[in-house]
């Protein structure tokens, strides 16, 4: 009886199906579920938008390189209890193409990306001159051209194994990429980030350098020593939950959150912001206060002066918002807060500049504005990301849009009519809440509806004429 389990233990050690194998397969599946869930619960709970540049993503590209570097471990090393029959079934299929370029290759060039990135956002204070989706298959190339030389070579037998005399190419390419990324990382050790940004490259480097030294000792266990049939499932095992720690970490120690403008998503942050500005601690970022003026206003006076004022500008919005025409205000408001940054102070101007080309500047952005393409393309060319007149010349574009579309509509709107209400209570003392005034639902791209007075409101029959408006 005891030799008959010894007998089937090499046999699945061979040919795959082990109970142990089944048990790392699940810690696997796991893994891969937490890793998906991280990913979307951002837009799922907290109901960010979608963004369409590489802070969106890259994150999507990890999780496919995840998953397909799982797969291919499970599918070239004989996990599975099935016969290699097919031409999909190939150890070069899965153990050369997908776990390397696609797999392993893809979760490092992401990384190595993001710091390509940051290195250029805040070093170089411009934005990167190639973009993500040129820079990655780029990235990719030696790892491309790797696998296509093992392909031709063809040093693989029929349990996906290859010579001792390959093992040091193999280590070489995986070490050039996290040198590469150590490199990038190195580079931006100076600046002093708001967001972890650094330390979590550091700490990711970390988390890979000790999976990728505890997955190479199990991989050349496994490759090595075919005769040994205990070591080979427990090196298999080893490897497959090594890589599952590997991805989940990788991931979710991100240092992505500049890139796509979510602050305090992570529970390790104490505090929730509504806007960028509030995460950046600008000046009276944020929330209206009852202490705020409510202040007499001429119609008379220009638009740009009676702008400064943060009451007027909110229901100025709220009814531009209400012809569907409010990006411009959003954008004038933001471009507000950035100028209370001081201009010593080129990082946090930095992010905030950063968010605001991301959010109404690059097209196809959640509140693309309507400037001109000479405009749009001084801002993305920029070579000074910290400058003080970076948005000055689509500032007085949007403004003089708004003062043709807008402005004239606005005095005869129920908006100023419950203005003028606000400012007689104010003034007889009576500080009565602002319950009464819509605002537009739209989201912010950081965190949450932008709704000055913290509250919710809905919309209802609102347009830009005069006719009467529905209130909550």
């Given at each position: 009886?005891m ?7 090499r ?7 082990c109970?142990?194998d ?14 998906l869930?991280r ?6 709970i907290h109901?960010?938008?979608r963004?369409n540049?590489?802070g969106f ?6 999780v496919?390189g ?10 070239s090393?004989?996990?599975l ?9 190939s ?9 390397g370029p ?16 940051l290195?250029h ?10 973009r ?10 030696p790892?491309?051209?790797g696998?296509a ?10 349990r996906?194994?290859?010579g001792?005399?390959?093992?040091v190419?193999?280590?070489?390419l ?9 490199g ?5 050790r100076h600046?002093e980030?708001r967001f ?12 890979s ?10 991989y050349i266990?496994?490759?090595?020593r ?11 095992i ?6 599952s ?10 240092s ?27 000046p ?5 206060l009852?202490?705020?003026s409510?202040?007499v ?6 638009l740009?002066k009676?702008l400064?004022?943060k ?5 100025f919005m709220?009814?531009?918002d ?5 990006e411009?205000v959003?954008?004038?408001n ?8 001081p ?5 946090r101007?930095?992010?905030?500049a ?6 109404y500047?690059?097209?196809g952005?959640?509140?693309?504005v ?15 990301l ?5 948005f000055?010349?689509?500032l007085?574009e949007?403004m ?6 807008l ?5 005869s ?16 003392h009576?500080?009565?809440?602002m319950?009464?005034?819509?605002f ?9 509806a932008?709704?000055?007075?913290h509250?919710e ?16």
């Amino acid at each position: 009886m005891m030799k008959e389990e010894v007998n089937g233990s090499r046999s699945c050690a061979v040919q795959g199906g082990c109970p142990s194998d089944y048990i790392a397969i699940s810690i696997a599946i796991l893994a891969f579920f937490l890793l998906l869930s991280r990913l979307l619960f951002p837009f799922l709970i907290h109901k960010i938008p979608r963004t369409n540049g590489s802070g969106f993503w890259i994150p999507v590209i990890q999780v496919f390189g995840s998953f397909n570097l799982l797969l291919s471990i499970v599918m070239s090393i004989n996990f599975l209890k099935f016969e290699k029959s097919h031409w999909w079934q190939s150890c070069y299929v899965w153990a050369v193409w997908i776990e390397g370029p696609l797999g392993f290759g893809l979760l490092l060039s992401c990384r190595i990306a993001q710091a390509f990135q940051l290195h250029h956002i805040f070093v170089k204070r411009q934005l990167p001159p190639i973009r993500s989706y040129f820079f990655l298959p780029l990235i990719l190339l030696p790892w491309v051209a790797g696998a296509a030389f093992v392909h031709v070579k063809r040093p693989l037998n029929d349990r996906c194994h290859m010579g001792t005399h390959w093992i040091v190419p193999v280590v070489c390419l995986h070490t050039i990429y996290v040198a590469a990324l150590v490199g990038f990382t190195w580079a931006i050790r100076h600046i002093e980030f708001r967001f972890n940004e650094l330390k979590d490259l550091w700490q990711g480097i970390l988390v890979s350098s000790l999976s990728i030294g505890i997955w190479f000792a199990a991989y050349i266990s496994n490759e090595t020593r075919d005769d040994i049939w205990w070591l080979q499932v427990a090196s298999r095992i080893l490897l497959l939950i090594t890589a599952s720690v590997l991805v989940l970490f990788f991931f979710s120690i991100s240092s992505s959150q500049p890139l796509l403008s979510q602050i305090s998503l992570r529970k390790r942050e104490p505090l929730e912001f509504q806007t960028m500005g509030q995460a950046l601690g600008i000046p009276d970022s944020g929330l209206l206060l009852q202490i705020d003026s409510v202040p007499v206003i001429d119609p008379n006076e220009p638009l740009d002066k009676l702008l400064l004022n943060k009451r007027f500008r909110q229901s100025f919005m709220a009814f531009a918002d209400s012809c569907l025409a409010g990006e411009s205000v959003h954008f004038y408001n933001e471009v507000h807060e950035h100028d209370k940054i001081p201009v010593d102070d080129p990082v946090r101007r930095i992010y905030m500049a950063r968010h605001i080309i991301e959010k109404y500047i690059v097209a196809g952005a959640s509140m693309e504005v309507n400037i001109s393409y000479r405009t749009r393309q001084e801002i993305l060319t920029t070579t000074n990301l910290a400058h003080p007149d970076l948005f000055n010349n689509a500032l007085n574009e949007l403004m003089q849009l708004m003062k043709t579309n807008l402005v004239k509509d606005y005095w005869s709107s129920m908006f100023f009519i419950k203005f003028k209400e606000a400012n007689m209570r104010f003034n007889g003392h009576e500080q009565e809440s602002m319950a009464g005034w819509n605002f537009s639902p739209r989201l912010s791209s950081v965190r949450g509806a932008d709704d000055p007075f913290h509250q919710e409101h809905v919309l209802k029959g609102f347009g830009c004429d005069n006719r009467d408006l529905d209130t909550q």
